[in-house]
């Protein structure tokens, strides 16, 4: 219990340092280029990096090329898919969440035991 | 000065579009906390000490990674560092905001920061204030929602993990439409491509992170080099 409030108090400081720097110590880099370009592109990278972890177990094929139907495999490549084709489509953030997390524990609760 | 009223109506119906995603993603999130073994008051907790959805998710991620302390603290740092460029951006307007300042620096969350960007209202710094405070307060609704439906389980939950990776799918489409270059995203699926594949889960996030960091940093350089 201790160390999960201690993993909690560390994120909530850290969390709160990356908030606080740019008023505490950033005001005389204002509009400098690094400042500008990190802050469009490192955002973008470690969003797709998030992606990726949180996809990291997908397995869509099993042995000899056939089909994983197990929560790993196609579930979780449609799910993900249905997101993306959805918030490319209508671009309505809580749409595209809500729809594929819906047919995920559909499909996940479905399963043939 | 009497209380009114009136402007909270109006940070309200500001914040209701943030409030249609705060709490059922909030939800989820309090449901993924307690389906995780976690007594009920942790995901309020995390609401109020993080606050920050993306952030929250990434620490049951590592929790249940279980990554280390330095681990949490680098990744947290780096995830938040798009607040940065938050802060830079707001720096002159927050500077008039006397004693709700801390606060609203502390509530910069990636929907708060799109509202007082994006609304003229929302400029005065009570405003702004009223509407970072709602928006905590939805994603709080949520959080404990979901936590008290998560122990009493009235309907099966699994898989709803998933609206974690939802988010970050979401969240990386979104930005695609922002940055419009190819490079950032392309770095960022080879440094997690390469983690994923070599390392231990606990440690993917930070070397890629990092990797990614170098490697942006090191093509700067080189752009600036270039005549």
Request: hydrophobic share 55%; aromatic share 10%.
């Amino acid at each position: 219990m201790l160390e999960l409030l201690l993993a909690i108090g560390v994120a909530g400081l850290a969390t709160l340092a990356s908030r606080m720097l740019p008023f505490l110590a950033l005001r005389r880099f204002q509009g400098h280029p690094l400042l500008r370009f990190l802050g469009e592109q490192l955002p973008a990278a470690i969003m797709t990096i998030l992606v990726l972890f949180a996809l990291r177990r997908l397995r869509p094929l099993g042995p000899e090329l056939t089909l994983n139907m197990t929560a790993e495999g196609v579930p979780l490549l449609l799910a993900a898919l249905v997101v993306a084709g959805l918030h490319l489509w209508r671009g309505n953030v809580l749409l595209s969440i809500a729809a594929g997390t819906a047919l995920y524990m559909a499909l996940v609760q479905n399963l043939p035991a | 000065m009497a209380f009114s009223l009136a402007p909270w109506r109006q940070a309200a119906l500001l914040t209701s579009p943030v409030m249609l995603g705060y709490v059922p993603l909030g939800i989820a999130f309090g449901v993924v906390c307690v389906q995780m073994g976690y007594p009920w008051w942790v995901a309020p907790l995390m609401s109020v000490a993080v606050y920050s959805g993306a952030g929250q998710f990434l620490l049951l991620s590592l929790l249940a990674a279980q990554a280390s302390l330095t681990e949490i603290a680098v990744a947290s740092f780096l995830l938040g560092s798009r607040h940065l460029f938050y802060g830079l951006s707001l720096l002159e307007r927050f500077s008039g905001a006397g004693k709700r300042k801390p606060y609203l620096i502390y509530a910069l969350t990636d929907e708060t920061y799109s509202l007082l960007t994006s609304h003229p209202d929302a400029e005065q710094a009570a405003m702004a204030f009223r509407v970072s405070l709602l928006n905590q307060l939805w994603w709080l609704t949520g959080s404990v929602l979901g936590a008290l439906l998560g122990s009493a389980l009235p309907f099966d939950s699994a898989g709803m993990e998933f609206a974690l990776t939802a988010l970050f799918i979401v969240l990386t489409i979104e930005m695609m439409r922002s940055v419009r270059q190819a490079r950032p995203f392309v770095v960022g699926l080879l440094c997690a491509g390469a983690a994923i594949y070599y390392l231990p889960a606990q440690h993917v996030l930070l070397v890629a992170i990092g990797g990614a960091c170098l490697v942006l940093l090191a093509d700067y350089a080189r752009q600036r080099r270039a005549p």
